[in-house]
């Protein structure tokens, strides 16, 4: 299936949001459409659809930005990756960057859940069928493995595969080919697998339930999704990009998160990680009247008010990693500069460890490794003081 992406997408620094957000035109610096981003089968209610359901990333966390520097150095390979992480931690959203910035960009990017067929029909949704194959089977019909050829197949909840089914995923895998349910030819597929999974497949194969082999064969690269939670760093920005997606959408006036808004929504929780943080910007918004949203305003299960906040330590290595992330994007703004490029860069460092830390200039402080006067004279200069109201 063709596709219009002409050049190599890459990440790009939105100044108006001050978060990293999905992948722009490394050409005119403009963000890609969903239609840019991945080439989509139109059929089937399992696969993905026109509507890119997954529309950015915010890398903020230093553990985003590791994901975001693992993806970088595999995406330009054909390994296949296994993507382990709870339900709404992003695993098709990875898949789909991986495939962005691969050599396999311009090609079919194709997406099926495992666990939303019954076994009898999962084989031809994968495979294909020839007609007359089964009571039905009125015409010919390609799998995904067809659809998605010279391009990425991504197995979602591969976990959920039938120990039937997944001898026959291996053999395709090995063989590089495929066999339609009721036919005989082989057919040719060049594809690269991209499996994810919520489930531990490594006690899977203890107990029997997994192909060890296929496991090997799927895990060459494992990316492993922390929890919301775990990079809380994230939170303040993906509630940002979802406050602007859905006012844009929602066709709704200019609305900001006050300080006891972001407090509250940086010390949930959020078991139901990114995807629960998008429902409840959304459903917030569809109720909201006003200029700026409050804590009351937001409803989440109670919270504990005294919990400190926690600026989290790293290791040697995540530092060597995140500068390398963090080098990595500005020369790649180097090729097509933002106007006064490093006072945005400044202004957007600041602007996401004061939200980061609730709007407690010491805690923000403590962040950037300044003085907290430091911090307040930066704060007036981009606006940051009595802008919102207080608690």
Not at 74 to 95: C, F, N, Q, R, Y
Not at 370 to 390: C, D, E, F, Y
Request: charged share 25%.
């Amino acid at each position: 299936m063709a596709t219009s992406i002409s050049t190599q997408p890459v990440f790009q620094l939105d100044c108006r949001n001050g978060v990293f957000i999905g992948m722009h035109n490394s050409a005119t610096n403009a963000p890609l459409s969903p239609s840019q981003r991945t080439a989509q089968p139109e059929s089937g209610d399992s696969g993905t659809t026109a509507q890119d359901k997954a529309s950015a990333i915010v890398y903020a966390d230093p553990r985003s930005l590791a994901l975001l520097e693992l993806i970088r150095r595999i995406a330009p390979s054909d390994a296949s990756v296994l993507v382990i992480g709870d339900t709404g931690t992003g695993k098709e959203l990875v898949a789909r960057q991986i495939h962005g910035l691969s050599n396999r960009a311009n090609k079919p990017f194709a997406a099926i859940n495992c666990g939303a067929f019954p076994e009898n029909l999962f084989e031809s949704e994968l495979f294909g069928h020839e007609k007359g194959a089964f009571s039905g089977a009125t015409h010919t019909k390609t799998g995904w493995f067809e659809t998605a050829n010279g391009g990425t197949l991504f197995l979602d909840e591969v976990g959920d595969l039938p120990l039937s089914l997944q001898v026959k995923l291996l053999r395709a895998l090995q063989e590089g080919e495929v066999i339609r349910v009721g036919g005989r030819k082989t057919i040719p597929v060049d594809v690269r697998i991209i499996a994810a999974t919520n489930r531990d497949l490594e006690q899977a194969v203890k107990a029997g339930r997994f192909r060890e082999d296929l496991y090997f064969r799927l895990k060459v690269v494992r990316i492993p999704l922390s929890p919301l939670r775990e990079r809380s760093g994230d939170i303040v920005p993906l509630a940002r990009h979802f406050m602007c997606k859905y006012v844009r959408s929602l066709g709704l006036p200019p609305i900001r998160l006050a300080q006891d808004a972001l407090s509250k929504l940086s010390r949930y929780s959020w078991p139901g990680n990114i995807r629960e943080l998008e429902n409840t910007i959304h459903s917030t918004l569809l109720t909201f009247t006003g200029e700026f949203i409050r804590a009351k305003d937001i409803d989440l299960p109670e919270l504990d008010r005294d919990a400190p906040f926690d600026v989290p330590t790293l290791e040697p290595a995540d530092n060597v990693i995140r500068l390398s992330a963090l080098e990595h994007f500005l020369r790649d703004q180097m090729s097509a500069p933002i106007p006064q490029l490093l006072d945005s860069v400044i202004e957007t460092t600041v602007r996401i460890a004061y939200e980061n830390a609730g709007r407690n200039q010491a805690q923000a402080a403590r962040i950037l490794g300044i003085s907290r006067s430091v911090l307040r004279t930066h704060l007036k200069n981009i606006g940051l003081l009595n802008t919102a109201p207080t608690s």
